[in-house]
């Protein structure tokens, strides 16, 4: 039977943007590594296939009010992997802001060091600030970015296989220590990069990391449907979420790939009680701890539209908000239109949405329920599966693991314990065969 | 009384080129991150300041022979991070083939990962075969590379510096996450370098992570002057270690800085016996481990001169050397050739003399004789301590733990137990203050 893959999505201190102010939060503990540590440790014992941190080179927001710094995914999860034996390890990393040798041997250390739980999350950096701290006037526009993207799998894919599987010898009576016959330059010469190669390091226990992509945009599910062996994806709605998986699957099929071999997973940012009164109590609690300077500033970078100064409590004034179309915004932005189009909000119940999950799927309930959404959701053409964005940490994802995944078990759609070691293997992805002399 | 400053600097298999040939290496754990972990902790055990990792951005050399590729240093110590809780982790990374945004990033998250524990090894790079790796036609030139490397290290310096020390609040009551006025862009706009900030990341605990710099040319002297509170170097005989030591020490006060606060710290690659015959014996029997096709290619690395074709049992051809000066060559160019001045030796001799640590003071001996010889160059105003560079690895490391620091801790020159928690604590270095609104 088909199983769902589940990630742990972490956030310091959780997903809601005011996560860090709930009682039942840690926000003391954000710049620990144990805290993380005990999270994937948590997410192990309930044999979750990856946790996964999102990442960008710059300060993401206004810090005054959120718990919005970055913690730098490639040391954090080599930590968390000296804490874990099995589950995945999920970071993302620019093709924009990075040099792909340094970006490859990065990921190949991480695979060796886990044992094969490496994954990479590929992105192009939406975020137009971080220009100014690579040297550049401007943030490459949509296109060109997504262009260098491209190329940038090129390389790295070719770097991670210029060492043949078997190059490695260690062979002391004969004092061969790798076939340098079986290690290749990569000589590439593009549009953007040029990069000579060989790695200097072993081919890794995956062969390459897990290529993840994040981007829904019309580039985006381009990349995706030519590289990505998971989408991580947001939507408000069975039907915008059914459409996407469709629309994806067709094209993944298009560039001649399996289906199958593509896992669609959308974010889901649970409020959970023991009564759905209890899960709707928990959600205000925190829309009610948000602080509105901030939410507008949020709204403002998904939405290209500054609010503030209007009445908080009357309808999103329709006509400052874009029609659409505008091709460099990414695919939250049509998210939000989506809740506009949808709900009619005031501005005050915009803020409120966006704030539980940045524009994923936010949803309240009894564990019941919450796993009822989960399997509609999975046997309705809408996802293989969840990144799953606890509203608070640590406690948003114990009531998680221990109320709604048991329930999912018992319905047959998720594992009880790993059958595999490396994500790869979570995933029912094959290990990529490597270069032959 | 001056305490001796130790660190284990880790090359797979071990600093001898034939070290993994050595029945007493574990050639087949070269990638099995638990080997270095257990390193680490062997150590720590003995109370050791830090464990340090060289790096390049390229395959260093001809991996037929010896254990040369590379280990990268940000997720390998960070994974060894979560198996220790006090010894310093010492990484190199490079000031012209990193973007100062992403290199501060990691370091600043390895130094909150392990609670303070973080130190760079500041290098230019010096392999002129990573150019072509980052889509350049030719390696920068060394005095272009240190001009950059001067910029770079003020840019991270000020990054690490963005976040004030209490800029975190973490109030959750009033809702104030960080105080946003004590977080400053940097605005560098240079001749190699614009980076506007802040770092995405709160000041860390050490403030910066340990400065470290390893280049004895005249460039690198001058900057290690300027920036190092440690420096790796290279010497054969006492002599040279004293003249450099005097010469540094003397730079750093011409730059307004206390030399006391920097810390020299040369390469010892000690064979151990319990006899000097056995010592020697060890040393013979790695030498003879050696191939010299590959040691030739090293030897053309470092000379710059190719004597493969010459009889390995005549002088080493002394019209055939260069006669140095040769600016862009590096200093370990300097000790190559002192050694050819010095002691006449055969090619095969010199190769042997090489292959124990490429430049570095490979001595053999009892305990009591490198203890004697470690006090020597301490005292005699060599040395402020050392890296200690095994020849084979675990071994050769395991009996310098067992036998010699014992004799240095009898003499009062090493520690029996670590005072502080964070590196800067164990070299004796302040943490340097942060900026102030």
Redesign the interface.
Known sequence: MRQLNLNLFIYPGGHHEAA????G?E??R??D?TYY?QLAQRAEAAAFDAVFFAD?????G???????????P???L??????TSRIGLIGTASTT???P??LA??F???D??SGGRAGWNIVTTGAP?AA????LDEHPVHARRYARAHEFVEVVSALWDSWEDDA?V?D?AS??????TK?HPIDHVGES??????????RTPQGRPVYVQAGSSPDGRAFAARHAEAVFTAHQTLADAQAFYADLKRRVKDEGRDPDLVKVLPGISPHIGSTEAEARALQRELDE?T?PEYSLQQLHRLLGVDLSGHDLDGPVPRDLVPTGGRHDHGSRFEVVLGIIERERPTIRQLLHHLAGARGHWVTAGTPEQIAGRIEQWFLGGAADGFNVMPPYLTGGFDVFADEVVPILRRRGLFRTEYAGSTLREHYGLPRPAGRSS
């Open positions: 860090w102010r709930h009682p939060a926000p003391h954000v710049l590594i540590q960008g080179p710059s300060l993401p206004n810090v005054r009010y959120a718990s919005r710094f970055r913690l730098e490639f040391t954090w080599s930590a968390i992997a000296a804490a802001y990075m040099e040798y340094n041997r990065l190949a250390s991480l060796h060091l600030q100014a701290n690579f040297g490695l260690v002391p004092g061969v220590f790798a076939d340098d290690i990069l040029r990069v000579r190669g060989p790695l200097n390091t072993p701890l602080q």
